[in-house]
């Protein structure tokens, strides 16, 4: 039997599936990404470092919030400049609002319909109107978050070096914190959706690599995996290395000579005592626990971590709120130098290194972007579940082989503008 | 019957589409009005003929050309969906740069099969019948264009620059704080939306139809900027990158 | 609408009360019950009008760089009625405006709020402008020039009335003018504490001190640009523009505007809305087919400026410009009236320096050759003199002849412009100057000066009828019109001449009159008080050949040349005619001297004859208690 499901649907980017195998043996198993290389390297080369962040926003539509964080973390890290905790704060808040919109995206629009075998969401227009109706209900509430703070939903235009270019008004942080809160039936109801859906049975021992630091991971500036990694991220060409295969257009990484994942399921295994209450109990009533090894259960990890980020996103406007927000004197970057940063962006952690000359123009660019890190292991992953699926017949098959793809959320657009490779 | 849109993507980001989703509650009123009868991006299947096509993304391969005939072929009308579409937007910047030796640099080695030709906008392969500018599209001005279309009359884009709305929306000119701003010469339909949000114009919606050239570069001139840096300002999302000139 | 009910018993003395800062916010948190209180604030670093929630953060001391409140009379946006795509009941909610109180009206901006008013509520009034003023309370405040003001050049620095309220600051604190009945009952309401209490005397206006001013009269500006429509300066204007817009978008008194449909979402109905449109943009005056009536840059430059400074001045007396600076401010070109004008003024003032200014060179006439010389009648004789080199003047311009020991004396010039280098002159012999210049031959010279003054400008002629009517020397200014009319003749409708004169042999140009008028070539009536006389004319005045004319006063331009006495009886008949002030034009020549604006001899009250006349349109000199006898 072989298939090949071209233009996989419901990810972000192109990317054919295709399979290949006979007497209960794979004998090929590929994700072909055939989504257009953009040499997003050769286009920010010589760019001056103000308008890096917002050319490199333009990798990603769906995580251009991410980018931007990680390019100014990198380029603040490179030219020496410090940033507030305002500053910090409201970019948190802003990571926040992009993993709501980011991950209630994929869950609801992407995933759902395999499990309520539909084609999309919108045929459920009509039939099951109030679920698409909190699916755009919940959605907006991140993409508002990011509205706020970064100025726009797509494409964030007031962060700049140094912090933010124009900051966000009171008010509709208040009015957002009361969404928030008023949207707490809405997210018990997606939560009783996602405890009710037949998770298939799955089960792959691999490595779990996401961003160390005090709390849930975010910013860190420690790489951990349940493999003993334990790096800073100045480092993390040493532990990830990308190479070429030749069905892809984007780079594949791994973590010494083995596959590794990254995202919402690397994140809450690793960090899962650092999650809020609420999202711990969320945890509970799905059933999830952090040993489990079940890569479909990014799917439950991803809502663990929106109600997270919804908990934490209340906490956090009480605070910026409470401290007053405050304009700041930005200072205008100044030189140049070179620096890595790392930020965990909805599908995992997300690499950003610089190097800038004394002119501040961006001299070499290297991005390491989560997807690429997944697209080995969903490959491995795709090899070992195959197998186990040559029962049900082809159309299941290939059903079941696509949703495992889509329980990594890959994001090919994302994924092929990698960049420099290290060991040129 | 309702009228049947599909959506498709190129080379590009994709957030042309997501801005389409994050219309929200207006999304489901659209529902009502047309038949989404492809979007990959959040659906399977495919169709055979369709009203109205909104295409996403840049041209760099053959069988992305090929790709677009097919939906050109089986399309009433076609709009380029953002900049990328309609300009070729910020992956044209890599026409300035020398793709081999880029290729070389980021995979090390000129690998066949990563060879894409220079992104091109839509209107180089196919013809486009209307265009929503924008780096990303705004959401309202999609719906200004679909309506339009829905009622037969041809979309009109503003005539006027950024400035406009800048004005409008009482935010301090760009230029008094010593920075530049394309603003003067690009096409408004954003609300100015990067300026109020501290950043500056840069163009990603593109020249107006007429921009005042001369003047224009005198002003940046005067604020001390070479040609070569003049051009570079233009070329982040014009293709042209002759600055308008 | 009657300005009288918005603003009624203006002028009436009212007392001004003190207030306290404490005071007026409490009147803003009173007026906030019932209306949008709008105010200035800072938001985000910078100064917006908007609505005021918290009375603490409305601005009443702040720079000119706000948005006008146009944006609030007068909006970008506003729904003028709802439709159904398809017909069908269509239930409109009642679309009365917002009950509004502004605070901080700077005093040029309540002068633009009565120029929105003479415009918007002129002919049929603007209904949705006219509801939205009724119900907005208009609260002034003083305020300090910034360096792109010029109020105090247009006389928009102060404010007497055109509020309801006004702050003027004293001191700590705020002495509050009322400006209308309303504004007293608002006081009454919501600050009855200040309301009580006994006025204080009203604090004189000060006058402003603009560092940018115009070096002219602002009553110029009018004929200044009239002389200015082809000039250069338009293209340079128009070459430094970007076309962006912002001078009319901020302009507190451009409502140009366009009118188009939104569609709701489900396309079942929609609103026709309207928009703030400008005529600097691409789209404005582009009719099908691409043509573009205005399509050059500098064309729209100037007509702003003509908007501005000339077209609403000729309509309401006052320039549509109150000196905000709002323009210039923001003009990344930094096209700026007040150097645009000034600079035109300077150039037409200033004559180009010649390389020989000796003192007293512009008084040194230059020899002019006598070619022929003619009887007319018993006591005028025709010069034709060839000038050194081609004069340039319109129809109605004079040359200063000399005969050195006798003086100088201003001659009208009797032949048209096209005529090289040779001109010609009537000259009466009067005194002893004038019987000095008969006494000349062909061959012999004279001296002379000029050509000076501004004659009649002949595109108000141009595809319309022409009534010329002549009294006396009158004819003489008249004839070099006439004959450059003939000289185009296609150009022009019918030309009716009435002319009149003591008696037949005082007719000048009588060879050309009987030519004329054998030919049909225009339609010629004479009048001479000698009852009895060669040509066997009634004894009349010229007014009596009105009695038969057939003229279509609308589509007909008049030129009338006279005694002074003539324009009493001449004048009341045309206009009952019908002829329009801008189609009336008069000879109004007067003892000119210097024919350089400068003696002072010829003004009427403000006005240079050499300069801006002899010949003017009738609106011009109306309002001039010298201008004509009454």
């Known amino acids: 039997m072989k298939i090949e499901v071209r233009h996989l649907s419901r990810i972000e980017g192109h990317a054919h599936l295709v399979v290949d195998a006979e007497h209960g043996e794979v004998r090929e198993c590929r994700l072909e990404i055939v989504e257009t290389p953009r040499l997003f390297e050769g286009i920010l080369k010589g760019l001056h470092c103000t308008d890096v962040a917002s050319v490199v926003a333009r990798i990603c539509g769906v995580c251009s919030h991410s980018h931007s964080l990680a390019s100014l973390a990198a380029t603040e890290k490179a030219l020496g400049i410090e940033t507030s905790e305002q500053t910090r704060n409201l970019r948190r808040l802003l990571a926040y609002g992009e993993i709501v919109q980011s991950h209630l995206l994929q869950l609801y629009f992407m995933a759902v319909p395999d499990y ?25 509430l991140g993409n508002d978050l990011c509205q706020v703070v970064g100025g726009r939903a797509v494409h964030p235009v007031s962060l700049c070096i140094g912090g933010f270019s124009s900051l966000p008004e009171a008010s509709p942080l208040q009015d957002l914190r009361r969404r928030f809160v008023a949207a707490l039936p809405d997210f018990e109801a997606t939560v009783e959706l996602f405890a009710r859906l037949e998770i298939p049975a799955f089960e792959r021992e691999t490595e779990y690599l996401c961003l160390q630091e005090k709390g849930y991971p975010l910013f860190g500036e420690t790489l951990v995996s349940t493999a003993g990694v334990h790096a800073s991220v100045a480092e993390y060409r040493s532990v990830l290395s990308e190479y070429v295969v030749p069905h892809s257009t984007a780079k594949f990484a791994r973590t010494k000579g083995k596959s590794h994942m990254v995202g919402a399921l690397a994140r809450t295994r690793n960090a899962f005592a650092a999650l809020s209450p609420m999202a711990r109990t969320v945890a509970s009533a799905l059933g999830f626990t952090p040993c489990t090894t079940n890569p479909f259960h990014n799917l439950q990890a991803r809502l663990i971590e929106v109600v997270h980020c919804v908990e934490e996103s209340i906490r956090l406007i009480d605070r910026i709120l409470a401290d007053g927000l405050r304009p700041e004197k930005v200072q205008p970057p100044q030189g140049g130098g070179c620096a890595s940063a790392a930020v965990e962006a909805p599908r995992g952690t997300l690499f950003h290194s610089y190097v800038y000359d004394d002119r501040g123009r961006l001299e070499q660019a290297d991005c390491l972007i989560p997807t690429a890190q997944n697209l080995a292991n969903i490959e491995a992953d795709l090899r070992a579940f195959a197998p186990t699926l040559f029962p049900l017949g082809r159309e299941e098959f290939t059903r079941r082989l696509e949703m495992l793809v889509r329980a990594y959320d890959p994001c090919i657009s994302c994924s092929t503008h990698l960049l420099r490779v290290s060991f040129v | 019957m309702k009228p049947r849109i599909g ?20 999304f489901l009123e659209l529902l009502d009005l047309v038949e989404i009868a492809e979007f990959r991006e959040v659906m399977s299947g495919q169709t055979d003929s369709l009203d109205i096509a909104f295409v996403e993304g840049s041209i760099c391969r053959p069988e992305e050309e090929e790709r677009l005939r097919a939906i050109r072929a089986k399309t009433r009308t076609l709009v380029a969906l953002g900049a990328c579409a309609d300009t070729a937007g910020v992956n044209a910047l890599v026409r300035f740069r020398d793709a081999h030796q880029v290729r070389r640099h980021i995979y090390g080695d000129d690998h066949p099969h990563l060879a894409t030709d220079l992104p091109r906008p839509l209107s180089e392969v196919v013809r486009v019948d209307c265009r929503i500018p924008g780096c990303p599209i705004d959401g309202r001005e999609f719906l200004d264009v679909l309506q339009a279309l829905l009622m037969g ?21 760009t230029f008094d704080r010593g920075d530049i701003c394309l603003g003067p010469v690009t096409r408004a339909g954003c609300a100015a939306v990067c300026i109020a949000g501290g950043d500056r114009c840069r163009g990603c919606r593109g020249l107006i139809d007429t921009p005042r050239q001369a003047p224009y570069w005198r002003i940046l001139e005067e604020a001390g900027l070479t040609e070569e840096e003049i051009l570079k300002e233009f070329r982040t999302f014009n293709i042209a990158g002759k600055g308008g000139r | 609408m009657p300005m009288s009910t918005l603003h009624d018993r203006e002028g009436v003395e009212r007392p001004w009360r003190p207030m306290s800062r404490a005071e007026i916010e409490a009147l803003v948190r009173s007026l906030s019950t019932a209306f949008e209180v709008i105010g200035v604030r800072e938001r985000r670093g910078r100064l917006t009008l908007e609505r005021i929630d918290d009375p603490a953060e409305l601005r009443l001391d702040f720079p000119p760089h706000v948005h006008s409140p146009k944006k609030y009379l007068f909006p970008n946006w506003e729904r003028l009625f709802r439709f159904r795509t398809a017909g069908g009941v269509l239930l409109e909610p009642d679309t009365a405006a917002v009950p509004r109180v502004i605070f901080g009206m700077h005093p040029c901006d309540l002068h633009a709020v009565r120029i929105l008013d003479h415009c918007l509520y002129e002919g049929e009034a603007d209904s949705a402008y006219r509801a939205k003023r009724q119900a907005t309370v208009l609260v002034g405040t003083d305020c300090t020039p910034d360096a792109h003001c010029f109020c105090s050049s247009l006389g928009t620095d102060r404010v007497e009335g055109g509020f309801d309220l006004f702050l003027h600051r004293l001191g700590g604190g705020y002495l509050v003018q009322v400006g209308s009945d309303r504004g007293e009952a608002l006081l009454r309401r919501h600050a009855p504490a200040a309301a009580d209490r006994p006025g204080d005397p009203p604090i004189p206006l000060q006058a402003k001190e603009c560092t940018s001013r115009l ?15 082809d000039h250069p300066v338009w293209k340079s204007v128009g070459e430094r523009c970007l076309g962006c817009g912002a ?9 140009c505007f366009n009118v188009r449909d939104r569609l709701d979402l489900d396309l079942a109905g929609g609103e026709r809305v309207r928009t703030w449109d400008s005529c600097q943009f691409d789209r404005f005056t582009r009719i099908s087919e691409g043509a573009d009536g205005r399509a050059d840059q500098g064309d729209r430059q100037r007509h702003r400026f003509f908007r501005k400074y000339r077209y609403l001045w000729e309509k309401h007396r006052r320039t549509a410009c109150v000196g905000c600076g709002r323009c210039s401010r923001e003009c990344l070109s930094s096209i700026e009236p007040v150097a645009v004008l000034n600079e035109l003024f300077e150039e037409r003032s200033t004559p180009p320096p010649a390389p020989d200014l000796l003192p007293g060179a512009e008084y040194r006439p230059q020899p002019a050759q006598i070619l022929s010389v003619e009887d007319l009648t018993p006591t005028e004789k025709l010069f034709r003199l060839r000038l050194p ?18 003086g100088e004396a201003p001659f009208s010039i009797a032949s048209p412009p096209n005529a090289g280098a040779e001109i010609e002159l009537v000259i009466r012999a009067a005194g002893p100057l004038t019987r000095a210049l008969h006494r000349l031959e062909a061959g012999e010279s004279v001296g002379v000066r000029g050509p000076f003054g501004a004659g009649f400008p002949l595109e108000s002629f141009t595809g319309r009828d022409v009534l010329l009517v002549a009294g006396g020397l009158g004819m003489i200014t008249l004839r070099s019109l006439l004959l450059s009319i003939l000289a185009r003749r296609s150009d022009f409708g019918r030309v009716h001449l009435l002319y009149g004169a003591r008696d037949v042999p005082h007719f000048l140009f009588r060879n050309d009159l009987l030519e004329w008028h054998r030919s049909g070539i225009i339609d010629c009536r004479f009048a001479v008080e000698a009852p009895r006389n060669e040509w066997g004319l009634p004894g009349a005045e010229v007014t009596h050949l009105f009695r038969e004319l057939d003229v279509v006063a609308s589509r007909t331009t008049a030129a009338v040349s006279g005694p002074p006495q003539m324009y009493r009886f001449v004048n009341p008949l045309l206009l009952r005619l019908g002829f329009d002030e801008d189609h009336l034009f008069l000879n109004l020549e007067r003892r000119m001297k210097c024919g350089l604006g400068k003696c002072g001899k010829c003004r009427i009250n403000d006005i240079c004859v050499c300069e801006c006349g002899p010949i003017f349109p009738y609106h011009r000199v109306r309002h001039l208690r010298e201008a004509i006898e009454r």
């Open chain 3, 247 to 255: 001078c009319t978008l901020l302009c507190p008194t451009c409502y």
């Open chain 1, 116 to 140: 309520l075998g539909a084609p999309s969401l919108f045929p459920l227009a009509a039939a099951r109107r109030d679920l698409l109706l909190r699916a755009l209900r919940l959605k907006k």
């Open chain 2, 7 to 26: 959506f498709f993507d190129f080379t590009g980001c994709e957030g042309c589409q997501l801005s389409v989703l994050n219309l929200e509650e207006e």
């Open chain 3, 215 to 229: 070096r002219f009269r602002s009553e110029s500006l009018s004929p200044l640009l009239e002389d200015a429509y």
């Open chain 2, 153 to 173: 009359r041809p979309p009109e884009l503003p005539s006027y620059a950024v400035c406009v709305e800048c004005k409008l929306a009482e935010l301090p000119c």
């Open chain 3, 389 to 406: 080199t081609p004069p340039v003047f319109t129809p109605g311009a004079f040359l200063a002849v000399s005969v050195f020991g006798l």
